[in-house]
């Protein structure tokens, strides 16, 4: 395994309104084969900071108290990733009574991924295609195919079959397709936030992983950024779970900054190599 050095730096402006609560999720999470060091989280002007550790798969948050005035929220840390490259031909689906308990709740449909409405749609596209690392991949490729990538075209009530008319939407919206055509075929499936290298226009990203052989194996349908890229911040049922930041009162975000960078992948492009940092 090849080890991965990757610097992660995020700004958020926020003109504040009235006293406002914040959920803040852009911390990376911490895996097996994902470590963080040199972590710095600070807010102007200065507020208490409650750190929280959210669920079984062990997604950060931080909450922040507000006032009124312009609140600049800056976090940065080191990533160390040393994934797991599983041969693409062990990578099977496996069947319901072979999947542990933790893994069946991301076979049912949620609130972006309404995986039971297309069981039709799904077989008659991909049931035909031989079971496992081929078929998601095929999955993944017909969204980057079939949609096109249009900052603003879909919002937040924008749901995967919502997009699959319109075939048009952005990160989110291509994973949560991916995500709802994986369950329908009974793939276990769930949605994921990172920061990712070489993404243009820098920002965060949405992408997807699908539980094949025993482990959770990457996918982006987007094709915007290499996979050996992607640092993870936090996973889930779809984007619901893992919002970058979830607001209780009134404030308006003015300011953006996501950055993420190796210089080992200036070069690259993405790949079809399995890859997993679950």
């Not at 079939?146 to 048009?168: F, W």
């Amino acid at each position: 395994m090849t080890e991965r050095i990757i610097n992660l730096h995020s700004e958020l402006t926020y003109s504040v309104h009235a006293p406002t609560t914040i959920l803040l999720k852009v911390a990376a999470m911490r895996t097996a084969r994902q470590a963080i060091s040199d972590e710095i989280l600070t807010v102007n002007p200065s507020t208490s900071v409650d750190y929280l550790q959210e669920g079984p798969l062990g997604n950060r948050a931080c909450r922040l108290s507000l006032q009124p005035g312009s609140t600049t929220i800056h976090y940065s840390a080191t990533a160390a990733i040393e994934p797991k490259h599983p041969s693409n031909a062990d990578l099977n689906e496996l069947d319901y009574t072979e999947l542990p308990a933790e893994v069946l709740p991301y076979l049912n449909p949620s609130r972006y991924c309404e995986s039971d409405k297309l069981g039709k749609f799904a077989a008659d596209n991909f049931g035909h295609i031989d079971r496992g690392f081929n078929r998601v991949s095929q999955i993944s490729e017909w969204v980057f195919n079939n949609l096109s990538y249009t900052p603003g075209s879909t919002g937040p009530s924008s749901t995967a079959c919502d997009v699959l008319l319109q075939r048009t939407g952005v990160c989110r919206d291509y994973a949560h397709v991916a995500i709802a055509l994986c369950r329908a075929l009974g793939i276990p499936a769930r949605y994921v936030s990172g920061y990712a290298v070489n993404l243009n226009p820098p920002d965060f990203h949405g992408f997807f992983e699908a539980y094949l052989g025993g482990d959770w194996i990457l996918f982006d349908a987007t094709r915007l950024a290499p996979i050996a890229g992607f640092v993870r911040i936090g996973a889930g049922r779809d984007a619901a779970d893992v919002a970058f930041a979830t607001l209780i009162g009134q404030a308006t975000l003015t300011g953006k900054t996501v950055q993420a960078t190796d210089p080992q992948l200036v070069t690259e492009s993405p790949s079809g190599e399995a890859l997993s940092t679950a």
